[in-house]
């Protein structure tokens, strides 16, 4: 593990995260958007479970009873292709800022610039939950609870860890500028 974090502190630099960023929000906008335009609902109280912080039974009862048997086809394709996609494109965006702002500091915080995978993991996880959840229900109109449970609390770890992520970024960040205020001051 410590190779792969010391791959990164040594790959990471500005230009890359944010040629990164760039990708990761362009595929966003340009790709992802598009294909989740299958199983739309206009005027739907919830556009995508993935989305929520978590979420109950009731709301992806809701969520598969309003859509077609080929919206929920598209839903099952979107979450296993297009939503994966994502996850390991911000995943490597966020890794890389982590590993940007910790450079100087990677030795005390080792692989900490990893913690984004943790959540590109979790993002799988879910998308693999809720597309058994949708095959489930198309197959004999069941959603079973226990299901739903583990799906949203994959959703609510990722969420967790995504803003531990940008918590880490932004100590990173406090910590780069209070080095060079530092440095000025000597």
């Known amino acids: 593990m410590k190779k792969i974090a010391d791959f990164f502190y040594q790959k990471s630099t500005l230009i890359i995260s944010i040629i990164l960023t760039v990708v990761t929000f362009s595929y ?57 996609i994502f996850a390991l494109l911000y ?22 610039n990893l913690l ?5 993991l979790f993002d799988w996880l879910e998308n693999f939950q809720l597309t058994r959840i949708a095959k489930s229900y198309l197959a004999d109109g069941q959603v079973l609870s226990s299901s739903v449970e583990l799906a949203s609390a994959f959703s609510m770890i990722k969420w967790v860890v995504s ?7 932004f100590i990173g960040i406090g910590l780069r500028i209070v080095d060079v205020v530092k440095r000025r001051k000597a």
Do not use: H
């Not at 984004?116 to 590109?120: D, L, V, Y």
């Not at 803003?163 to 970024?169: A, E, P, R």
């Open 91 to 112: 995943g490597f965006m966020y890794v890389s800022w982590v590993s940007v702002t910790l450079k100087p500091y990677q030795e005390k915080v080792k692989f900490l």
């Open 116 to 120: 984004p995978f943790i959540q590109t």
């Open 163 to 169: 803003m531990l992520v940008f918590i880490v970024i």
């Open 28 to 84: 966003l906008f340009l790709v992802m958007i598009d294909f989740g335009k299958c199983f739309e609902v206009p005027d739907s109280s919830v556009k995508s479970l993935g989305t929520s912080f978590g979420f109950g039974n009731e709301t992806v009862v809701q969520f598969l009873s309003i859509r077609s048997e080929e919206m929920l086809v598209c839903y099952q394709a979107f979450n296993m292709i297009w939503d994966n």
